[in-house]
């Protein structure tokens, strides 16, 4: 069975500092997508990034990059000049192609002013 | 657009009484998720849909029945409600894989909290 695993539940950074969270999964699918979501204290569901398992080029948007690792099947998100606003719960996700998606327990990531 | 839309937002049951939670979607999506959120725990996938009148279990599909005869409604149903379901109910939706952009990406409802006493 696919697993999704973040072995930090709770993290915390300084204002403007670099935070990296990690992600690691078990498939022994090929072809597959992987996810960092965020969840604010409103609870909405927001997409960071995302990663295509066929492209060896890490993904990045603005502060927030990942290093993708596929032999180690890891998939962990880095995020620069924190903000106050990046304080969320943060999910990494696995997606099985024409299939199920399945999350991370979740990191609880807290911004220090 | 509204996007995806879940009904009720809040609900308190009794233990053994039975309820339906929808989902609706107005983005012609294929596919349909049902999760349920508990501290700790993540998101856990519990039923999905890769089209209309197709369903299959995910990771808690116990106690949980769904249907999707339509495309763009996908039902979440609890025959006998337990104290043990009472949770954060989550729903999701996607394009088929494609290379479309966003193709893979979830579009979530804002969540459906439910007490069971």
């Known amino acids: 069975a696919q697993t999704v695993t973040q072995s930090q539940p709770e993290m915390s950074v300084q204002e403007a500092e670099t935070v990296t969270l990690s992600c690691t999964y078990d498939t022994s699918e090929s072809d597959y997508y992987l996810f960092w979501y965020k969840q604010p204290p409103s609870r909405q569901m927001i997409l960071v990034i995302r990663q295509e398992a066929y492209k060896q080029q890490n993904a990045t948007e603005n502060r927030f990059s990942v290093n993708f690792q596929k032999a180690a099947k890891s998939f962990s998100l880095k995020i620069s000049d924190s903000q106050l606003g990046d304080a969320a719960m943060y999910f990494c996700?696995?997606?099985?192609?024409?299939?199920?998606?399945?999350f991370g327990p979740g990191t609880s990531l807290s911004v220090i002013p | 657009n509204a996007g995806v839309t879940q009904t009720p937002k809040f609900r308190v049951l009794k233990t053994g009484q039975s309820m339906t939670l929808l989902c609706a979607q107005d983005m012609n999506h294929e596919y349909m998720y049902w999760y349920r959120q508990d501290p700790g725990m993540g998101l856990r996938l519990i039923h999905y849909?890769?089209?209309?009148?197709?369903?299959a279990k995910g990771e808690v599909p116990d106690g949980y029945n769904v249907s999707r005869l339509k495309k763009q409604n996908f039902l979440l149903g609890l025959e006998s409600a337990a104290p043990s379901q009472t949770s954060v109910y989550f729903c999701?939706?996607?394009?088929?894989?494609?290379?479309?952009?966003?193709?893979?990406?979830?579009?979530f409802g804002a969540g459906s909290r439910l007490t069971v006493l």
């Open positions: 996700a696995y997606l099985i192609p024409n299939d199920k998606v399945i």
């Open positions: 849909s890769v089209g209309e009148g197709t369903t």
């Open positions: 999701a939706s996607r394009l088929r894989q494609g290379d479309l952009s966003g193709a893979n990406v979830l579009t």
